[in-house]
């Protein structure tokens, strides 16, 4: 009798320091990357400013995964990863946080906690201008506070093991690799402006350098096959999601509808003009979001 209780505590004792030694180094792990992280842009709460914050939060897609009013979203029953993804209510966030800490996470991936995000496509945002991300802080902050009940997020232990073992790599880290914007503004303000975009709006799923990406065995489009649409059927895929041909496609039918109808003509224009002029430019290959199949 003794005998199996020492057995049984000894098995205790070797999975609990199993268990103990994946989260202390999952831990270490989303406390691991470079920061630089300073924001000093004044945020001004005029009418226009909070215009400017509502477009990029609209067609940025914020609404989408923390709700139509910022209120928040449990993807507990949408994500089976990382086992529980709650986005926090965006108006409570912003107006108890610094601008520097929301900066940080929207473009950084560094959580308030000083943790590495783990869900929050940070990544999309990477290069939003000072001026755009304190436009989007203003909207935030003075947004009518709609609130909600939401559970506590988890990660989970497989999450925790992906991350202590390296599989996994946390949205600090994405966003730390996301490429320079290119084109020069001064010599070409359109294509520039294109890039932008594309490089804010359409990364989250067609690879950080909008030339496509494998996620879970498949593949998103190069961005550079918009060269095979018409300036018409552009606008009308990013307006209804249907592509040419009359086709519905999966997730990208569903983002659009949600995201692209209100950008402007100028905007659609750049976006366009941009995108096509991609066809010229090389892939470049050996790049962690696009490894061969
Ligand atoms: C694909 C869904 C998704 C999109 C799009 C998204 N978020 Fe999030 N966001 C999340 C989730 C989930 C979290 C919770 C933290 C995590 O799990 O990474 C989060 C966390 C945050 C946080 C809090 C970070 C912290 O300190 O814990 C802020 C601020 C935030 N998001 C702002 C934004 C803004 C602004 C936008 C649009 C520019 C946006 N998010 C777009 C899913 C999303
Ligand atoms: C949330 C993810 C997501 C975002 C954001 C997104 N896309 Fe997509 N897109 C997809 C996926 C996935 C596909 C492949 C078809 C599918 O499964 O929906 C796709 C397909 C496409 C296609 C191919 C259409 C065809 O004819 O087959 C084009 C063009 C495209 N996207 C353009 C864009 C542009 C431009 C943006 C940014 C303004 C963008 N997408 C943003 C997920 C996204």
């Known amino acids: 009798m003794r005998i199996v209780i020492i057995l049984i505590a000894f098995a205790i004792a070797i999975i609990s320091s199993g268990f103990g030694t994946v989260y202390i180094i999952s831990e270490a792990r989303l406390r691991d990357f470079q920061t630089d992280s300073k924001f000093d842009y004044p945020i001004s709460m005029n009418v226009a400013a909070i215009e400017q914050g509502r477009h990029i939060a609209r067609?940025?897609?914020?609404?989408?995964?923390?709700?139509?009013?910022?209120?928040?979203?449990?993807?507990?029953?949408?994500?089976?990863?990382?086992?529980?993804?709650?986005?926090?209510?965006?108006?409570?966030?912003?107006?108890?946080?610094?601008?520097?800490?929301?900066?940080?996470?929207?473009?950084?991936?560094?959580?308030?906690?000083?943790?590495?995000?783990?869900?929050?496509?940070?990544?999309?945002?990477?290069?939003?201008?000072?001026?755009?991300?304190?436009?989007?802080?203003?909207?935030?902050?003075?947004?009518?506070?709609?609130?909600?009940?939401?559970?506590?997020?988890?990660?989970?232990?497989?999450?925790?093991?992906?991350?202590?073992?390296?599989?996994?790599?946390?949205?600090?880290?994405?966003?730390?690799?996301?490429?320079?914007?290119?084109?020069?503004?001064?010599?070409?303000?359109?294509?520039?402006?294109?890039?932008?975009?594309?490089?804010?709006?359409?990364?989250?799923?067609?690879?950080?350098?909008?030339?496509?990406?494998?996620?879970?065995?498949?593949?998103?489009?190069?961005?550079?096959?918009?060269?095979?649409?018409s300036r018409e059927d552009f606008e009308t895929l990013l307006e209804t999601g249907v592509a040419i041909g009359g086709r519905e496609l999966g997730i990208m039918s569903l983002v659009a509808p949600d995201r692209f109808p209100e950008l402007s003509e100028t905007e659609l224009d750049n976006l366009y003009a941009y995108l096509i002029s991609l066809t010229e430019e090389p892939i470049s290959a050996d790049v962690p979001w696009r490894p061969e199949l």
Request: glycine share 8%; charged share 20%; net charge negative.
């Open 59 to 229: 067609t940025r897609g914020c609404m989408g995964c923390h709700g139509q009013q910022l209120e928040g979203k449990d993807f507990g029953e949408q994500w089976d990863w990382p086992e529980r993804a709650v986005a926090p209510n965006l108006s409570i966030y912003a107006n108890n946080n610094d601008a520097a800490t929301i900066a940080a996470a929207i473009r950084q991936g560094i959580g308030r906690d000083g943790k590495a995000l783990t869900s929050m496509p940070s990544f999309n945002f990477a290069r939003l201008t000072d001026e755009d991300t304190a436009a989007l802080i203003a909207f935030m902050r003075s947004a009518p506070l709609v609130e909600i009940s939401l559970p506590k997020p988890k990660l989970g232990w497989s999450v925790r093991w992906d991350f202590a073992r390296g599989a996994e790599t946390h949205m600090a880290d994405w966003a730390d690799v996301v490429p320079l914007l290119q084109v020069d503004p001064i010599e070409d303000p359109e294509r520039a402006n294109g890039e932008y975009l594309a490089m804010t709006m359409c990364n989250e799923c067609h690879g950080l350098d909008v030339r496509g990406q494998t996620l879970y065995g498949q593949r998103t489009p190069d961005l550079a096959m918009v060269a095979a649409y």
